[in-house]
């Protein structure tokens, strides 16, 4: 039921979206968005060393795709750019409190972890363009 | 005051507005524009075509094939009177709208279309009337004019007028009926008229009207209408395709092969009569056969009560939702010029998450940009939602439907 969906929590994050804007001169921009509905997320990442000290979402959408970026970047915010590898579509789904969600809606809520892997992968293959297809393996980007 | 169809009667003839969604609610079905739900006429016969003719069409000298050639020939007649064609080999069966004006796009354009050449669209246009034209423009070097719309989803006629006056090689028009996303209807027969003032002939995408409305192409002087079965009480995957005959006899094939051959020899062929030129490979036999039932089924009720019945009713959706807080509504406010849908936003509210709970009442209303890009862009959204009628909707339902966008509201506390 959709009482269970948009609880609080996804509310306030639509309204009151964290980490929400651009960053100047990031390290990585990259954006995607759902042809179903429009949807769309564009990612600023500012990379030190290895680490994500910025990230950044823009976009419009619902509310379960703009929940759902604004909860991603903090869930990566000041962790090393690898662990975005390793996150999967339950994490992200668990993470917001939505693992019933429907094969239409849950586009949504994947959107902002595609652009981020897209990202990752942008800024290592800018580097080493040889790594690109290794790391779409490894990332597992849907 | 009588009502004008017996909505509660007709309800009984589609099996699936009895069923139960997951939450045991009825299926309240505003999703028409999309498609419409089959009445059991029409399934029965499909299941009878397989069941007691199943064979191909047009070859064969056995019983069964006999009979299925004629149901499906009788479709095609059928269709004729609906729409009051002139000659049954204008009337082309495809896959649907999109093949139908493709049809038109590859084998009319390939030898009517020339670079510097101009086509006039709309900027409502669905993407099926837009992307053939641009992929056919793109190859011939023509351009695209796109008639603009005012503020209240009114065609721009002053920039039509102009298109045609000022770009001589002006050698297209093609625009709907009626808009899918604003549900304006088009003065039509008044734009097919200046275009002919110029001897420019017109497309009507008719996938939006012809299910509501009664059309006559002779009236109406199209040159080529473009319409599906599906979104109007038929099976998908059956299209038409009407062209003047004098237009169609200068027309090459599109689709070759099977069907469409008089004679083949290993270095010419001879191709086949009118229609059938146009109609290569087997075709959907049994669904064209189910569409005959659909098109029985709307002249038994009659398509001015068609139209009579969805014309009230939009306007008692239209009055009930005007005045929620926070929406908006697109296209004509004056409904008589307006088909059976309401495209809204609900400030704050993305559509998906307005459909999504509206999901929960057994409502099925469309989300997203309805394949209108371009209008949604001239509109300055990225979505919108739509309710869309047909012949089986009641009040009842409305008032349901209007309670769950205050619940929406609720929800989202705006």
Redesign the interface.
């Known amino acids: ?3 269970d ?2 609880r609080e929590m996804i ?1 306030d994050h639509y309204r009151n979206p964290r980490n929400k804007g651009k960053i100047e001169e990031p390290d990585v921009r990259i954006h995607d968005s759902n042809p ?5 997320i564009s990612i600023d990442l500012k990379i030190e060393g290895d680490t994500i000290k910025d990230v950044k979402f823009d976009g ?5 795709s703009q929940a759902s970026a604004s909860m991603l970047t903090e869930m990566v915010s000041n962790k090393p750019l690898t662990t975005i590898k390793d996150i999967t579509k339950n994490d992200i789904l668990e993470n917001i409190g939505l693992t019933n969600l429907g094969p239409a ?1 849950i586009k ?1 809520a994947l959107l902002s972890l595609k652009v981020l892997k897209l990202g990752m992968i942008k800024f290592y293959t800018d580097k080493d363009p040889n790594s690109a297809e290794k790391l779409k393996e490894e990332s597992k980007v849907f | 005051m009588q009502a004008l169809l017996d909505v509660y009667k007709i309800k009984q003839d589609f099996p699936i507005l009895k069923r139960k969604l997951r939450n045991g609610k009825k299926l309240i079905y505003l999703d028409n524009a999309a498609t419409t739900q089959k009445p059991k006429q029409v399934i029965d016969a499909i299941c009878k075509y397989y069941s007691e003719y199943n064979s191909n069409i047009h070859r064969a000298v056995y019983q069964i094939a006999e009979e299925a050639t004629e149901e499906y020939e009788k479709t095609r007649l059928n269709i004729q009177r609906f729409i009051n064609a002139r000659h049954s080999e204008e009337i082309i069966f495809t896959r649907n709208t999109t093949e139908s004006i493709n049809l038109i796009a590859y084998a009319w354009g390939k030898n009517n279309i020339k670079k510097g050449d101009k086509i006039i669209l709309t900027e409502f246009e669905h993407h099926s009337n837009i992307v053939p034209w641009q992929m056919l423009s793109n190859e011939k070097g023509a351009k695209i004019n796109y008639t603009d719309t005012n503020d209240n989803g009114y065609l721009n006629l002053e920039t039509f007028s102009k298109f045609l006056k000022d770009e001589e090689d002006t050698k297209l028009v093609s625009l709907s009926h009626m808009s899918n996303v604003l549900g304006t209807i088009n003065p039509a027969r008044e734009i097919i008229k200046i275009a002919h003032e110029k001897k420019v002939p017109v497309v009507i995408d008719g996938a939006q009207s012809v299910p509501h409305m009664h059309t006559d192409v002779q009236d109406l002087d199209c040159d080529f209408l473009a319409f599906s079965a599906h979104k109007m009480l038929g099976p998908t995957g059956v299209g038409i395709l009407y062209v003047k005959k004098e237009i169609l006899e200068q027309m090459p094939p599109f689709i070759t092969g099977g069907d469409m051959i008089r004679e083949v020899h290993k270095d010419n062929t001879v191709f086949n009569d009118l229609p059938y030129r146009f109609e290569g490979g087997t075709p959907n036999i049994a669904d064209v056969i189910g569409f005959n039932v659909a098109i029985d089924y709307l002249k038994r009720i009659g398509m001015k009560n068609v139209r009579d019945h969805e014309t009230e009713l939009i306007k008692y959706l239209y009055n009930s939702i005007k005045d929620i807080k926070g929406i908006k509504i697109y296209g004509p406010e004056r409904v008589m010029d307006r088909g059976g849908l309401v495209t809204f936003n609900l400030e704050g509210i993305h559509p998906h998450d307005c459909a999504t709970i509206l999901d929960d009442f057994g409502i099925a209303i469309r989300s997203g940009h309805h394949c209108a890009q371009v209008l949604m862009e001239k509109l300055d959204i990225i979505a919108s939602s739509r309710a869309s009628i047909y012949i089986y909707n009641t009040k009842e339902e409305i008032d349901i439907f209007v309670d769950a966008l205050n619940h929406v509201r609720r929800i989202f506390k705006v």
């Open positions: 039921m959709s009482e969906i948009y509310l179903l509905c429009g949807d769309e419009r959408g619902c509310a379960i809606r949504c």
